[in-house]
């Protein structure tokens, strides 16, 4: 079973800046896209940046020039350096890799990292 796991959360003063990793246990194939989904307490999950197998990344309107989503394929990582962090940042971000073909897809789910942007 492939596992994902998320790092680099943490708390940061508003204005600051941290790097998210996603770390597959193995390569994963057929990979339709990778994605950073976010939850904040009492909201909705939302998805944040996206990337294709193409490599055309998309961002929420929230988010754009601030986040960027980038991958090493070497190392099954996938990345999301969140720039000039607010406090409405403050999440649990997951990240998400979809495979296949279909539909049907498959979807892989981390546990998430918790950022908290509070001064």
């Known amino acids: 079973q492939v596992q994902l796991v998320e790092s680099g959360g943490g708390l940061v003063q508003p204005g600051g800046s941290l790097r998210l990793s996603c770390v597959a246990s193995?390569?994963?194939?057929?990979?339709?896209?990778m994605g950073w989904h976010r939850q904040a307490p009492g909201k909705q999950q939302e998805l944040v940046a996206a990337?294709?197998?193409?490599?055309?990344?998309n961002y929420a309107d929230s988010v754009k020039g601030r986040f960027t989503i980038s991958t090493d394929n070497a190392k099954n990582t996938l990345y999301l350096q969140i720039n000039s962090l607010q406090p409405e940042d403050t999440a649990v971000y997951s990240c998400?890799?979809?495979?296949?073909?279909?539909?049907?897809?498959?979807?892989?789910w981390g546990r998430g990292t918790q950022v908290t942007v509070s001064s």
């Open positions: 193995e390569r994963l194939f057929s990979i339709r896209f």
């Open positions: 990337i294709s197998s193409g490599g055309i990344e």
């Open positions: 998400n890799i979809r495979t296949g073909w279909g539909p049907p897809y498959r979807d892989y």
